[in-house]
């Protein structure tokens, strides 16, 4: 099947006119429909006969929203059902600056980072361009007055962004464009676990959206033990990389940092994340840990928490607690996962 969401206006105007000898207009028309996440069934302007032509070969909304979990919070929780009858999750926070939208990139997660839920089903499979955009057009949906719901995205659900690289670029391409969403890419943050060489080829081709990376732990030996993926990309590679990126961007970086008691929240780990970061425009966000039964971590305490943000603040390093949101729900930091079995959501 072919899923109309991963074309650009351009692309969709040239494979409508070439197979379904329709107007250039006819194409924006549909297009337009695509961005609000309408099914053919909804698109009224549109003749029958070309929807009808339209559903055999080919998907409109890529994924729907089939479950929605709130929190106390007001967090929201949403289990997407993909074309293919996958699920994945994504995660709505409400600030008072907007709505951010926290999307998938993959169907599972081959990082194997120990503290994340994502990657205990391993990679499934990689999400399409159109089926990244999905996520955000049918939440942005919900909201009935017109106006866009979600006003910033982050790339920080399921699965690593830079292992779908292409597909990833494409969709900030096709979420960015003036003829679809029109999303600053100033309100667009990726998170990466650190796949050097992917984080400079964003630089390279143009984009500047906030690049955040998954951190926890300044020393490669140790880093080793919770992400893998320190093994093919050391810390100093990734700060380089960093480095790199703010350089051709000017855009800060973003270093996300949970902390595992015992493991990465004493002084000396502060000091060799202080030694790295100096010289760079970053900050850094100091996340408690939240709990996934299967790995079996424990987050530090309450009172370590505050002495590590406190060190990294007497060694000039700017550095805040993330809010925790949406826990109650398992929608917080390293708690999204692919739960949704024999027709039923997992609790």
């Known amino acids: 099947m072919i899923l109309l969401q991963d074309f650009t206006l351009e692309e969709l105007t040239e494979y409508l006119t070439a197979n379904y000898n329709v107007k250039p207009f006819v194409a924006k028309q549909v297009y337009g429909w695509l961005t609000k996440s309408v099914d053919f069934d909804g ?6 006969d070309l929807r009808e032509s339209l559903k055999r070969k080919c998907v409109a909304v890529s994924c729907k929203i089939i479950k929605t979990l709130s929190s106390a919070d007001g967090t929201q929780k949403f289990l997407f059902e993909l074309f293919d009858g996958n699920v994945i999750e994504g995660v709505l926070m409400k600030y008072k600056y907007g709505n951010t939208l926290c999307v998938s990139s993959q169907v599972g997660c081959r990082m194997g980072c ?12 990689n999400l399409s361009a159109g089926e990244i ?7 942005n949906a919900l909201e009935k007055s017109g106006e866009r719901y979600v006003t910033n995205i982050v790339l920080m659900g399921s699965g690593e962004p830079l292992d779908n690289f292409d597909n990833v670029v494409k969709f900030l391409r096709l979420v960015t464009s003036k003829n679809g969403l029109n999303v600053s890419e100033r309100n667009i943050s990726l998170s990466t676990c650190g796949i050097a060489p992917k984080m400079r080829e964003l630089a390279d081709l143009g984009f500047s959206v906030n690049l955040t990376i998954s951190l926890h732990n300044a020393d490669s030996e140790q880093r080793k033990q919770i992400m893998p993926i320190t093994n093919a990309f050391s ?4 700060i380089s990389a960093c480095r790199y990126y703010f350089e051709k961007t000017g855009r800060r970086i973003i270093a996300e940092y949970t902390l595992i008691d015992g493991q990465n929240d004493s002084y000396s780990h ?3 994340l202080a030694s790295h970061l100096r010289g760079i425009s970053a900050h850094v966000n100091i996340i408690a840990l939240n709990p996934v039964k299967e790995t079996g971590l424990k987050g530090t305490g309450e009172n370590n928490l505050k002495k590590f943000i406190k060190y990294l603040d007497k060694l000039g390093i700017s550095a805040t607690r993330r809010r925790t949101m949406g826990q109650d729900i398992e929608g917080a930091c390293g708690q999204l996962r692919r739960r949704y079995l024999e027709g039923s959501y997992e609790k």
């Open 235 to 238: 810390v100093e590679e990734v």
């Open 114 to 125: 120990k503290f994340c839920a994502s990657t205990l089903e391993s990679l499934n499979r």
């Open 43 to 48: 698109m009224t302007n549109i003749s029958k």
């Open 270 to 272: 502060a000091l060799k």
């Open 133 to 139: 955009l999905g996520q955000v057009s049918s939440v």
